[in-house]
C-alpha cells in the first residue's frame, strides 16, 4: 500500500459546508430576482428586432459559420430534432442545480466558489439582457431558421406577446452555455479523475443544440464565454478550496512484483544464494 493512494487528512480550518437553509433560502432568492429581473426586460420588441439585424450583420462580418448549418443537421431526422428541442428544455436547470447539491454534499469548499460565480455571472447577464435586447434568431426572417421547438416540440416558450414566464428577448449572453460551461469547469476543479475532461461534452452538446434549435445565435455563446472568463478571473478560489483539491485521493499504479521475485525464486534471488555460498 502507497501513502500517495490515501486522501490526506483534513486540514484543521477547512472550510464548512455553508448551512443548509440558509443556501437554499439564497438560492431562491437570487432565482426570484433574476426571473424578476427578465420581466423588467421584457416590452422591447422593436429594439429586440434592430439589435437581432445588427447581431447577423456582425456575424457575417466576422465570417462566423451560418447556424443553419448546425439546424441541418439535426433537421436529419424527427427524432434527432426532438431530443435537442427535449435538451434544451429539460437538461439546463435540473443539471445545474445537480452539479451545486453535489458540490455542497461533497465538495463544500468548491461549493461556495461556484455558487459565488455562478451568482456573478447570472447579475451580469441579467444587465446586458437589460441593455441589449435581443430577439432569438428562431424570430428573425432574415436569419430563415425554423423554431424547431414550435414544430415539433417540446417547447418551453409560447407567443412572445403572451409569454408571462419568461423573457424571450434575453438572448446575449446564452446562460445556457455559460451555466453549462461552468458546471464542467467546475467538476474539472473539484475532481481528480482521468476522465473529468469529458465534462466539456455538456457544454459542447449545449452549444450545438442552442445553436441548432435556433434559440442563440454564436455571438451569444462567445459572450458568455468571455463573461465567464472574467468572472473566473476576478472570483478565485479560496485557499480552502486549493487545499481541498490537493486533498483528494491521488489514484497511481502500485507496479505489482512477480511471483518468483515475492519467494525470492527469481534471478535476484539466485544470485544473493550464489553470493551466499562463495563466502563459505
Known amino acids: 500500500m502507497n501513502a500517495r493512494t490515501w486522501p490526506a487528512e483534513a486540514e484543521p480550518d477547512a472550510p464548512a459546508r455553508p448551512p443548509l437553509v440558509r443556501e437554499l433560502l439564497l438560492v431562491a432568492g437570487l432565482f426570484l430576482v433574476y426571473k424578476l429581473g427578465r420581466r423588467l426586460a421584457t416590452g422591447h420588441t422593436d429594439e429586440a428586432f434592430r439589435n437581432a439585424h445588427h447581431v447577423w450583420d456582425w456575424e457575417r462580418a466576422l465570417r462566423l459559420p451560418d447556424e443553419g448549418a448546425v439546424q441541418s443537421l439535426l433537421l436529419h431526422g424527427d427524432s434527432l430534432v426532438h431530443v ?61 431558421l425554423i423554431d424547431t421547438a414550435r414544430v415539433f416540440g417540446p417547447s418551453v416558450y409560447g407567443p412572445p406577446r403572451t409569454d408571462q414566464l419568461s423573457n424571450q428577448f434575453a438572448a446575449m449572453p446564452s446562460l445556457h452555455f455559460g ?14 479523475s482521468r476522465g473529468r475532461w469529458l465534462w466539456l ?80
Request: a positive charge; proline letters at 7%; aromatic letters at 8%.
Open 179 to 192: 451555466w453549462a460551461l461552468m458546471l464542467a469547469v467546475g467538476l474539472i476543479v473539484a475532481t481528480r
Open 84 to 144: 435537442a428541442n427535449t435538451y434544451y428544455a429539460a437538461v439546463h436547470f435540473p443539471a445545474t442545480v445537480g452539479f451545486l447539491v453535489w458540490l455542497y454534499l461533497r465538495r463544500p469548499a468548491h461549493y461556495v466558489w461556484a455558487r459565488r460565480v455562478l451568482t456573478a455571472v447570472t447579475g451580469a447577464a441579467l444587465v446586458l439582457h437589460l441593455a441589449f435586447p435581443l430577439a432569438p434568431p428562431r424570430m428573425l426572417g432574415a436569419a430563415g
Open 201 to 280: 461534452l455538456h457544454p459542447l452538446v449545449t452549444l450545438l443544440v442552442i445553436v441548432g434549435t435556433a434559440n442563440h445565435y454564436w455571438l451569444d455563446v462567445i459572450a458568455a464565454a468571455a463573461l465567464l472568463g472574467v468572472v473566473l478571473a476576478l472570483v478565485r478560489p479560496s485557499h480552502g478550496t486549493v487545499r481541498a483539491r490537493r486533498s483528494l485521493p491521488l489514484r497511481l499504479p502500485v507496479p505489482r512484483r512477480r511471483p518468483a521475485e515475492r519467494h525470492g525464486t527469481g534471478r535476484r534471488g539466485t544470485e544473493r544464494h550464489e553470493l551466499a555460498g562463495a563466502g563459505r
